[in-house]
């Protein structure tokens, strides 16, 4: 199935929930969508057997100054298409709903988005940093992020 | 008369048999500096929670500051055993967003480099599993035929295990005048040594005994957790993207995806997992015996290289079929000559999150094949 009809699909369903459809080549084309119906879109998406995307490829966490973002890559291993998802949260308030439950490839990679970025993903069962120490201050990933000056009597900078 | 005072415990909520033991991170068994910490009942285990994050070198902070080109010997450090697999799918993803075509030397060599680093990595993912059971010589065999592999790779990139090799729109220099010949006697080889593997380690009964109905991953468990590579395959999901969306020259070549079958246990257990690892390889002298015939002697590797790469904006999610999975990049241009944003979706990390679910009821000393059976790289993993 191709995006736009992924697109269209969705809309009727959604309605309002879904922003727009944003498709320039040679860039992959995705779909902005609000925060509050994601659980339910992503829902949707797995268990329709038109969509059948049952595969999360990545999840990832962007700083666009402003504002953060959360982008979803979805595939489906049987109907071989794929999804591009975003969402866009105020930096001061950053909560997403959790999907882990739809996909767990989702749970260590929220983890992550977490942990670099400070997204708060409401209804995750564990959401505490995964690659850096658990007592670590800041979101490294965050473009005006400044690294401390030390970390348990160590020097950071260097 | 004396009154026996009863005091009330809920003796089920009391866990003494319970005990908490901590494998790593420093340990030979864990593939890196990884950390289990494990409940055990006795010896069974219960739940393994794993923490990760020692070998975090902030691959993707450092990449918001440096040019596409200079992104490139980072990746070759996040899976060190096969950093040419590393750099085609980030390569790719800017050549894409730059709308770069390569000559088609350029895509020959990279895909022998590529199946030739497969060759390797799964030289290794066999041989410390084999370890991981108790098994030393087959280790010594994979590893001595490893070497001839990293030599070719010396001679071609003066590298042997880190290469900077692949570059935005070619490769850094031309393969030496005798590379052909070198890789037709490397596939003879590993095929010689491999039927020697099947006979000392894979048909074994002792490897057989413990590997066999260890660890059981249904496909549909696989594909929810997000699994890729031979983890997936070992489930048996006839899924790779070699051939699901063929991407450089994958669809000139003819060759066969290996699954799991439960030839000797369940379909998805270890022994599957690691005969998937096997049987790739001889698929993979397959492909390199294909690209050495179809490969152009004459082409420059470097006319498609860009002065000054500077994407238009956009963003895009390129994924290969390394040896371990899939590796994916997300990447973010904003016009400019660094990248916005890089994202390495390392399979190592995808595959690590399934542990817990896979070794829940099992040995402790089966947490450890099943640990081997996933063949992680802390490096990818950590980034």
């Not at chain 1, 727009?20 to 084309?29: H, K, Q, R």
Request: include cysteine; charge should be negative.
């Amino acid at each position: 199935m191709e995006v736009e009809d992924i697109y269209i699909k969705l809309k009727e369903k959604f309605g309002e929930a879904i922003i727009d459809l944003v498709n320039n080549p040679p860039s992959d084309p995705f779909i902005n969508v609000s925060p509050e119906k994601l659980f339910d879109i992503c829902l949707e998406l797995r268990d329709n057997p038109e969509f059948d995307f049952d595969y999360l490829m990545c999840l990832s966490g962007l700083d666009y100054v402003d504002n953060l973002q959360v982008v979803y890559h979805i595939y489906s291993m049987k109907k071989k298409h794929k999804i591009v998802l975003k969402v866009t949260v105020p930096k001061e308030n950053p909560k997403v709903p959790s999907i882990e439950r739809i996909w767990r490839s989702a749970d260590w990679h929220e983890r992550e988005a977490y942990d670099l970025f400070g997204i708060i993903f409401e209804g995750h069962h564990n959401l505490i940093r995964i690659l850096l120490p658990y007592d670590w201050e800041g979101y490294p990933l965050r473009k005006d992020y400044k690294e401390p000056e030390f970390y348990h009597g160590i020097r950071v900078p260097y | 008369m004396t009154t026996t005072k009863f005091v009330d415990i809920d003796f089920s909520k009391i866990d003494s048999d319970r005990m908490r033991l901590n494998v790593g991170p420093q340990h030979p068994s864990t593939h890196g500096v990884l950390r289990l910490e494990v409940e055990l009942d006795g010896e069974v285990v219960t739940n393994v929670i794993p923490h990760i994050g020692y070998l975090h070198r902030c691959f993707e902070k450092i990449a918001e500051n440096m040019n596409y080109q200079q992104v490139i010997p980072y990746i070759d450090r996040m899976d060190y055993i096969s950093s040419m697999n590393n750099e085609l799918p980030y390569v790719m993803a800017v050549e894409k967003l730059l709308g770069i075509k390569v000559p088609e030397k350029v895509e020959y060599i990279r895909v022998i480099m590529c199946e030739l680093n497969r060759i390797a990595n799964h030289q290794i993912a066999i041989a410390t599993f084999g370890l991981d059971a108790g098994a030393f010589t087959p280790f010594l065999y994979l590893f001595r035929d490893r070497e001839y592999i990293l030599w070719i790779f010396e001679k071609a990139t003066g590298g042997r295990l880190l290469f900077n090799y692949f570059w935005v729109g070619g490769l850094a220099n031309d393969v030496y005048p005798t590379f052909k010949e070198d890789v037709l006697n490397i596939v003879k080889q590993v095929r010689k040594t491999n039927k020697e593997i099947e006979e000392l380690l894979i048909y074994n009964k002792i490897f057989i005994d413990r590997t066999a109905n260890v660890g059981i991953l249904p496909a549909d468990v696989a594909i929810n957790y997000g699994c890729s590579g031979p983890v997936l395959r070992g489930s048996g999901v006839p899924f790779d993207l070699r051939k699901a969306e063929p991407y450089s020259i994958y669809d000139r070549f003819d060759f066969e995806i290996p699954v799991g079958k439960g030839e000797v246990g369940t379909v998805g257990d270890c022994w599957d997992r690691n005969i998937v690892r096997m049987r790739e390889m001889e698929q993979s002298c397959r492909i390199i015996e294909q690209a050495i015939e179809q490969m152009p002697d004459t082409g420059d590797v470097q006319s498609a290289i860009p002065k000054k790469v500077r994407p238009p904006k956009g963003e895009i999610y390129f994924r290969c079929e390394n040896p371990k999975g899939e590796l994916g990049f997300y990447v973010v241009s904003d016009g400019k000559d660094k990248p916005y944003r890089v994202k390495g979706r390392a399979p190592s990390f995808v595959n690590l999150s399934v542990l817990p679910e896979i070794s829940r009821g099992y040995l402790f000393a089966d947490l450890i094949v099943i640990l081997g059976s996933i063949d992680i790289v802390l490096g990818e993993i950590d980034r």
